[in-house]
T-cell receptor, first 114, second 110 residues
Framework: DAEITQSPRHKITETGRQVTLACHQT?????MFWYRQDLGHGLRLIHYSYGVQDTNKGEVSDGYSVSRSNTEDLPLTLESAASSQTSVYFC?????????????FGPGTRLTVT | EDKVVQSPLSLVVHEGDTVTLNCSYEVTNFRSLLWYKQEKKAPTFLFMLTSSGIEKKSGRLSSILDKKELFSILNITATQTGDSAVYLC??????????FGAGTRLFVKA
C-alpha cells in the first residue's frame, strides 16, 4: 500500500543546531507540502513543491529550507534551530491532476528545541 | 491576506447530540474547500466541496458550501464518542496551496 512516512517521529535538539526532518511518499504524487502545527494556529504552510527541482515558500518559511531531488522525498532543514521552532511538523502529498486535491498526511514529527 | 476562520474553537456535547461546525473564508482565488478530521495523529480527509449548494454526505457527517457568503458547515448527527477530534477546514487555491483554519475541537461525552 502507498504511504507517506516521516522520520524521526520525535527529536530533541539544541538551539543553533542544524536539523533535517525526512519525508518519503510512495503515492507517486507530484505535490508535497510541509506544515507546522501549534496550538491555536492550526496547520501553517512552511514550504511546498510541485515536482522535482521545484520548491516554493509558504507563509512561515523563515529559518527553513527544502530541496526536491526526486519525486518521493522532500526533506525539511532547520538551518539553525530556535526555540520558536518547537512544534509538530507534518508532511503531506497530493495529486496534481484528476480533480482529487485531498492531501495525504504523514504521522508527524514532534520537534523540541531546548 | 487570505484567511480561514473556524467556529466555535471548542465544543462539548453529549452522545446523540447534533453539532454544526462553521468555516468562513476570505481567499483571493478559491478552488475548493476541504474538511479533515484529526485525532491524536495526522489529519484524515473527510470532504472536498467545490460547488455551492451541493451537500456531501458520508454516514452521519454532511457538509455544504456557500460560495456567495463564503462559508461552509460540517454537520454531525447522532454524535458518538469516536467523533471526538479536531475538525479542520482548509481552502485550496490554484496551484494546490492550502490554507487551514485553526480547527474546532469537539469532545463528545458518553
Amino acid at each position: 500500500d502507498a504511504e507517506i512516512t516521516q522520520s524521526p517521529r520525535h527529536k530533541i535538539t539544541e538551539t543553533g543546531r542544524q536539523v533535517t526532518l525526512a519525508c518519503h511518499q510512495t503515492w507517486n504524487h507530484n505535490n508535497m507540502f510541509w506544515y507546522r502545527q501549534d496550538l491555536g494556529h492550526g496547520l501553517r504552510l512552511i514550504h511546498y513543491s510541485y515536482g522535482v527541482q521545484d520548491t516554493n515558500k509558504g507563509e512561515v518559511s523563515d529559518g527553513y529550507s527544502v530541496s526536491r531531488s526526486n519525486t518521493e522525498d522532500l526533506p525539511l532543514t532547520l538551518e539553525s534551530a530556535a526555540s520558536s521552532q518547537t512544534s509538530v511538523y507534518f508532511c503531506a502529498s497530493s495529486e496534481s491532476a484528476g480533480g482529487t486535491y485531498e492531501q495525504y498526511f504523514g504521522p508527524g514529527t514532534r520537534l523540541t528545541v531546548t | 491576506e487570505d484567511k480561514v476562520v473556524q467556529s466555535p474553537l471548542s465544543l462539548v456535547v453529549h452522545e446523540g447530540d447534533t453539532v454544526t461546525l462553521n468555516c468562513s473564508y476570505e481567499v483571493t482565488n478559491f478552488r475548493s474547500l476541504l474538511w479533515y478530521k484529526q485525532e491524536k495523529k495526522a489529519p484524515t480527509f473527510l470532504f472536498m466541496l467545490t460547488s455551492s449548494g451541493i451537500e456531501k454526505k458520508s454516514g452521519r457527517l454532511s457538509s455544504i458550501l456557500d460560495k456567495k457568503e463564503l462559508f461552509s458547515i460540517l454537520n454531525i448527527t447522532a454524535t458518538q464518542t469516536g467523533d471526538s477530534a479536531v475538525y479542520l477546514c482548509a481552502v485550496l487555491s490554484p496551484g494546490f496551496k492550502t490554507i487551514f483554519g485553526a480547527g474546532t475541537r469537539l469532545f463528545v461525552k458518553a
